[in-house]
């Protein structure tokens, strides 16, 4: 497997979170699936119903399909399309976050739990109290306090809860918007985590991003650098690296912060648009080499509902700010807009 090919193709998948538990490489992605459902800006292409765990001794080495650890219909709060998961230890214990619609179609946050990193894991009853929107992303720091990013504009309706970060006030007007045009940009929300791993500390926070010259907010009509969805974090030489999506422009973009709360100063790309609309990713250490997980849609020959996982490797420069290690071949951006099909 070279480090630009599909690391399994007798499956879709999609959205990579890879973290290295007992020194072995495990990805936990979506689980992409044949559909008839026309792509649209609310996502409802992407028809996930389960999850696989990936694994692996080496980049580039055999890599293990674990099976399904978890599925909608073990779930007790789910109606369906159980989207971009991550994963997360403490206590002994695995953790599988999930996003997923609810019985009433708004997107909550889920939690399942194991006792190994492949699973299977055994979801909680219901949702995450105060959770909403989607791509949940765990980072655990080095004095234990574990936290939880997520949110995703569009179809993870994220505009749907503009000023609120209980996810109390639900606004269903917002379903048909797409984002705010003018003002600040929506940033993605951040938890600090229970000491057992299944609820919200205290209600989320936003997590801002802010213009390296100004120190202001990136604007919301700044489609090239700010946050759409795909939040994550990891840690570099005592610096916080966060790193996200931004959507129609097809970027993978990061900042760097004091804190894992925030702020952020953006940094700039690591990734130029890839063949397909979204780009989701992940970025860990392992083996003392760093690297770029994601996804495209070559596997399926563009089609942006059945994606395919990839790693490339990252390095960083003196000033602390991150590259791809090969150069990217370019490739034409999709649309700002999914019409329907």
Aim: negative net charge.
């Amino acid at each position: 497997m070279a480090d630009k090919d599909p690391i399994v193709n007798h499956i879709y998948t999609a959205d990579p979170s890879a973290h290295v538990f007992n020194n072995r490489l495990y990805i936990y992605p979506s689980h992409d699936r044949e559909t008839t459902i026309k792509d649209n800006d609310k996502g409802d292409q992407y028809d996930m119903a389960d999850y696989h765990v990936l694994s692996m001794d080496e980049v580039g080495g055999e890599v293990t399909d674990h099976g399904i650890a978890l599925k909608a219909e073990d779930i007790p709060w789910v109606s369906k399309q159980l989207w971009a998961p991550d994963a997360a230890t403490k206590n002994g214990k695995y953790y599988l976050y999930f996003p997923a619609r609810d019985k009433d179609g708004i997107f909550r946050i889920g939690v399942a739990v194991g006792d190994k990193p492949e699973g299977p894991f055994k979801a909680e009853k219901e949702a995450i109290q105060g959770s909403f929107s989607i791509d949940p992303a765990s980072f655990v720091d080095d004095d234990g306090q574990a936290y939880l990013y997520f949110g995703g504009l569009w179809g993870g309706q994220l505009q749907c809860y503009a000023g609120a970060e209980d996810g109390s006030n639900f606004d269903a007007a917002q379903l048909g918007a797409n984002e705010p045009s003018t003002g600040a940009a929506l940033g993605a929300k951040v938890a600090k985590l229970s000491s057992d791993m299944l609820s919200f500390a205290a209600p989320a926070t936003d997590v801002q991003i802010l213009d390296p010259d100004t120190s202001s907010p990136i604007a919301a009509s700044d489609h090239a650098r700010r946050f759409f969805e795909a939040a994550w974090l990891h840690k570099y030489k005592g610096k916080y690296y966060f790193s996200y999506s931004t959507g129609d422009s097809h970027y993978l973009c990061y900042a760097i912060g004091e804190s894992p709360l925030g702020p952020f100063t953006y940094g700039g790309r690591i990734l130029e648009p890839v063949i397909g609309w979204t780009t989701h990713h992940s970025i860990a250490e392992f083996k003392e080499r760093w690297w770029l997980f994601y996804h495209d849609s070559t596997l399926s020959g563009g089609r942006n509902h059945l994606r395919c996982v990839k790693i490339r490797e990252l390095v960083y420069d003196e000033q602390g700010h991150i590259h791809l290690k090969d150069p990217q071949p370019e490739v034409e951006a999709p649309p700002a807009k999914l019409e329907d099909a």
